[in-house]
């Protein structure tokens, strides 16, 4: 199985090293292809008014000047253009993709853009509350991700895992779940004058409240569980088709 890695935290991030060690558990045949600086809510966002560079850093290891999404582009496009992957996996986030804070995450974005492709596509993020320790996420990588991947993926579908902020011996299990939503409130804006008189305004990250619906991912990960996360992609709100079209019915 050709894997392909990236990730939104660059390619010198502690969570891609980790990430290539346990693909190479799954496989010898492992690429990365990573941004070269960290993208952390960056969205589904492609250049589109730069160009991007691709630097070759290893025999199989790629960083692009870009985001996510251009990176496992430039994978897909040209790094293995020959032989695509079987898989691509994005990650380990440093922090949590939960409830719709997946919609600003570069880390679930770039296996989006993977599942448009047609490709299996995973995210990895690893909850870090209280310390910045990978140690949960690489002692259940593998036993999570093996039976999941016997189990065909529909299209234009991917997978959300969070494994939460506990040591690997206090984590209840796994648990596939539906995405919650956090209460809005990610509002701090710090604002500043800059040396050249300029204002400017710079967003900084709260800790994010929800009132926790059973059944969620949010819920999962703070009763202590890995939480799996099956998501699609396509975004119509199915129910409101029947209301809305009889406005415009003859
Ligand atoms: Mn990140």
């Avoid at 600086?37 to 199989?60: C, I, N, T, Y």
């Avoid at 960083?63 to 994005?90: C, M, W």
């Avoid at 299996?120 to 949960?136: D, H, V």
């Amino acid at each position: 199985m050709r894997i392909l890695l990236t990730n939104d935290d660059g390619i010198h991030a502690p969570g891609l090293k980790l990430l290539e060690e346990i693909a190479g558990q799954i496989s010898d045949d492992v690429w990365t292809c990573a941004p070269a600086e960290e993208q952390s809510g960056a969205g589904h966002s492609l250049s589109l008014h730069q160009p991007v560079r691709l630097r070759k850093l290893g025999d199989k290891r790629f960083a692009v000047t870009g985001t996510p999404t251009d990176s496992v582009n430039l994978g897909l496009r040209l790094v293995l253009a020959e032989k695509r992957p079987d898989l691509v996996i994005s990650g380990i986030n440093a922090g949590e993709n939960l409830g719709d804070d997946m919609t600003y995450s570069g880390t679930i974005s770039a296996a989006m853009e993977a599942a448009l492709a047609g490709i299996p596509a995973i995210a990895m993020s690893q909850a870090m509350r209280s310390e910045r320790s990978f140690e949960t996420a690489k002692a259940w990588a593998v036993q999570v991700l093996t039976p999941l991947l016997e189990v065909p993926m529909a299209k234009r579908t991917l997978l959300n895992i969070n494994f939460p902020d506990l040591p690997p011996d206090k984590v209840r299990g796994v648990r596939v779940v539906r995405q919650g939503f956090h209460d809005y409130n990610r509002g701090s804006v710090v604002g500043g004058t800059d040396p050249r008189g300029k204002n400017y305004y710079w967003f900084g990250l709260n800790q994010m409240e929800h009132t926790l619906d059973h059944g969620t991912d949010l819920e999962a990960v703070a009763d202590g569980y890995v939480a799996v996360t099956p998501l699609h992609l396509d975004l119509t709100h199915h129910a409101a088709i029947g209301t809305l079209a009889e406005r415009f019915a003859q």
